[in-house]
T-cell receptor
Framework: RKEVEQDPGPFNVPEGATVAFNCTYSNSASQSFFWYRQDCRKEPKLLMSVYSSGNEDGRFTAQLNRASQYISLLIRDSKLSDSATYLCVVNLYTGNQFYFGTGTSLTVIP | DVKVTQSSRYLVKRTGEKVFLECVQDMDHENMFWYRQDPGLGLRLIYFSYDVKMKEKGDIPEGYSVSREKKERFSLILESASTNQTSMYLC????????????FGDGTRLSIL
């Protein structure tokens, strides 16, 4: 069983739409959670950390559900520039073990 | 801002060559990582290091070795390059403790002919 699983998509949504991605993790000892964005042929870049109480950064909202072992990312009012692959990342308590999902592809259509 | 610098964006080498990929970070991070990324397979961890001269195998260490002689520098070595090592190589670093995300370099696109 994979440590982290994501729906690969692709998600094709119109501009202005709201889109949500989920990511499940298998290890209940997981401590830290992150969402990264990766553009085509570029490196992953940190989008946001995910905190237990949920957190928001502009149009982006991240949530954590420890009981069901999943994290989510909600993007409101999608922009063309949001088109990318979104990776969820889980970190175990050791601090240096990171597990990546394979990514969810998003295309925002004019 | 954290800066992780990889020595080359694009590299072309021949089968059997010894290849060195260099990575430097400027944030005094304890942890450094080497990944490769291939279409459909996501990021796969090759090696990581949690301190100078310390290294741990990741998921796919075969055919690779690493060196960390200084805290800021983590080198990946392909001992005898093969065509199946053609890939995008990504270096990352992170601080110690929890809630410390990884920061990535720009990546090196390595082609082995």
């Amino acid at each position: 069983r994979k440590e982290v699983e994501q729906d690969p998509g692709p998600f094709n949504v119109p501009e202005g739409a709201t889109v949500a991605f989920n990511c499940t993790y298998s290890n209940s000892a997981s401590q830290s959670f992150f969402w990264y964005r990766q553009d085509c042929r570029k490196e992953p870049k940190l989008l946001m950390s995910v905190y237990s109480s949920g957190n928001e950064d502009g149009r982006f909202t991240a949530q954590l559900n420890r009981a069901s072992q999943y994290i989510s990312l909600l993007i409101r009012d999608s922009k063309l520039s949001d088109s990318a692959t979104y990776l969820c990342v889980v970190n175990l308590y050791t601090g240096n073990q990171f597990y990546f999902g394979t990514g969810t592809s998003l295309t925002v259509i004019p | 801002d954290v800066k992780v610098t990889q020595s080359s964006r694009y590299l072309v080498k021949r089968t059997g060559e010894k290849v060195f990929l260099e990575c430097v970070q400027d944030m005094d991070h304890e942890n450094m990582f080497w990944y490769r990324q291939d279409p459909g397979l996501g990021l796969r961890l090759i090696y990581f290091s949690y301190d100078v001269k310390m290294k741990e195998k990741g998921d796919i260490p075969e055919g690779y070795s690493v060196s960390r002689e200084k805290k800021e520098r983590f080198s990946l070595i392909l001992e005898s390059a093969s065509t199946n090592q053609t890939s995008m190589y990504l270096c990352a670093s992170s601080g110690g403790g929890n809630n410390q995300p990884q920061h990535f370099g720009d990546g090196t696109r390595l082609s082995i002919l």
